[in-house]
């Protein structure tokens, strides 16, 4: 939608309302051009491409990244970073609508499952059933057993039966064939406490004897990389250890790594709460077992309701803390119309620091040349749609301010010093000469006049040519002088609306 009247207009684009503040409290607005407000660009169908698509379109059309919003979401069945929706359907004029796409994370990493027993299974029926539900962390490893065929399926760490994630480290056993059936990873008779070795290696202790605490401490102390991880599960008590990834009394050099799992607690699984009310998240915690944290912000809804929450479902310990975002309302703005760019700059910054700076509001500025002082705000618009009072809109929403940009001084380069001074005088403002010789410019004629906006009684800066300073050599130019061409208001005014 085209904002202001005049012919003559900057655009002023803030990228948030408390960056342009520090921008005016300092040398002034930062100037950024924007494109045609008015180009009839329609948006296309992003869904089932990647969200760097999207941005890439906007980026060679010259449309702000402020107007895509990206909502992120697990599922099941649509890979990381992929669109499974937008708000504004394909086809329509974009403008100055502000898209929300709905982005997949692929399969949340938390999902729970039961692993199956693959006794007798082969390789290639492991990978497929470990693939077909997207675990990340499964590796491979072969131990000598001459009883089956190679690559048949021996054991699973954790063990068939037991609840893993997603995510957590699973490690397969496979056999390898023609050995004795003893594993060939080096291990030693088992070490509660494990430590150096005289060859330099280090023997792994049996992290069920050591507390979590501990446990990276160890590692530390032996050169080894500990690292502690959780798994929700009612198998365990909470802190109680469930499994290494590497076994008790098996040798392992320097700088590996060790993945030590304890119990984090009996597994809660989150459903979400958004959409619902704080007192509906409060009881759904309580029945639970949940540690609640509510953080109030401007949201798309009514106060009261949860528009946020993390995290957001999935499988939780028992007594975890869930943050919930609630809703105080919509975001108010005031109508700064009449009043200065400043009053302006400095009311949306102190909302948008409100709530945990959730309101995110940003404007732009369309200047008009007109008879009003620099700086004062003529029409002030929200979402393209004209504001009249207090209004209450949307998180992220855009204000745009048309601002007087004071009045105009037409360029009157060429023109004789009477014509600028009748100009100057009819707008109500002051001029200050200087002087200058020119072998090109005729004596009385200007060279240069300051076109910026003006306030009433503000000083005009020009220079008036004096002539050559040789006149023995001058001869004068053979085109016709502005003189005789026409008035300068009416050149001046063609020539500033170019």
């Given amino acids: 939608m085209s904002i202001g009247y005049a012919s003559t207009r900057t655009k002023v684009l803030a990228g948030t309302a408390a960056a342009l503040l520090v921008a005016l409290g300092g040398t002034g607005i930062y100037l950024l051009l924007s494109g045609d407000s008015e180009k009839e660009l329609t948006l296309p169908d992003f869904t089932g491409q990647t969200k760097d698509k999207a941005l890439a379109w906007a980026d060679e ?38 898209v929300t796409f709905q982005v997949s994370e692929g399969a949340d990493p938390e999902t729970m499952f039961i692993l199956p027993d693959f006794a007798g299974q082969s390789r290639e029926s492991v990978e497929a059933w470990f693939n077909e539900h997207k675990f990340s962390a499964v590796t491979y490893e072969t131990k000598e057993d001459k009883t089956v065929s190679d690559g048949t399926f021996l054991s699973v760490n954790p063990t068939s039966g037991k609840t893993v994630r997603r995510k957590d480290t699973v490690i397969v056993t496979l056999a390898g064939g023609g050995g004795t059936g003893e594993s060939t990873a080096g291990n030693t008779t088992p070490s509660n406490q494990g430590g150096v070795n005289s060859d330099g290696t280090i023997t792994v202790p049996d992290f069920s004897t050591i507390a979590w ?108 803390q869930i943050t919930f975002q609630v809703s105080v309302g919509y975001v108010p703005v005031a109508d700064y119309t009449g009043k200065t760019t400043d009053d302006a700059a400095a009311g949306i910054a102190a909302t948008n620091a409100k709530y945990n700076s ?90 240069w006049n300051d076109t910026e906006g003006k306030n009433s009684m503000e000083t005009v800066a020009y220079t008036v040519s004096i002539g050559p300073e040789n006149w023995d050599n001058w001869t004068p130019p053979e085109e016709e002088t502005p003189a005789t061409a026409a008035p300068a208001e009416e050149n001046a005014g063609e020539e500033n609306n170019g």
Avoid: H
């Fill in 358 to 447: 959730s309101a995110n509001l940003k404007y732009e500025i369309n200047y008009e040349y007109t008879g009003m002082n620099k700086g004062t705000i003529l029409k002030q618009y929200i979402n393209g749609v004209e504001q009249k009072g207090t209004t209450y809109c949307g998180t992220g929403s855009l204000i745009s301010l048309t601002v007087s940009g004071g009045i105009q001084v037409p360029n009157m380069a060429g023109w004789s010093e009477e014509q600028l001074l009748n100009k100057l005088n009819e707008l109500g403002l002051k001029a200050s000469k200087t002087e200058q010789y020119s072998d090109s410019v005729p004596m009385g004629t200007i060279m």
């Fill in 61 to 98: 059309n010259n449309v702000s990244e402020d107007q895509f919003v990206f909502e992120y979401s697990f599922d099941e069945t649509t890979d990381a970073d992929v669109i499974m929706g937008q708000s504004v359907p394909a086809d329509t004029v974009l403008g100055d609508s502000i």
């Fill in 213 to 320: 605490s501990n446990a990276t401490g160890w590692g530390t102390q032996n050169g080894v990389n500990v690292k502690v991880q959780w798994e929700a599960t009612a198998s365990y008590q909470p802190e109680q250890y469930i499994r290494q990834s590497v076994a008790a009394g098996s040798k392992v050099n320097k700088n590996d790594t060790i993945v030590v799992t304890y119990c984090s607690g009996k597994p809660v699984n989150l459903v979400s709460q958004i959409g619902k009310t704080k007192n509906d998240a409060q009881a759904y915690c309580t029945n639970n077992k949940l540690n609640p944290v509510f953080i109030e912000v401007y949201g798309n809804a009514d106060a009261g309701v949860i528009v946020g929450m993390s995290p957001n479902a999935g499988i939780v310990p028992e007594t975890a």
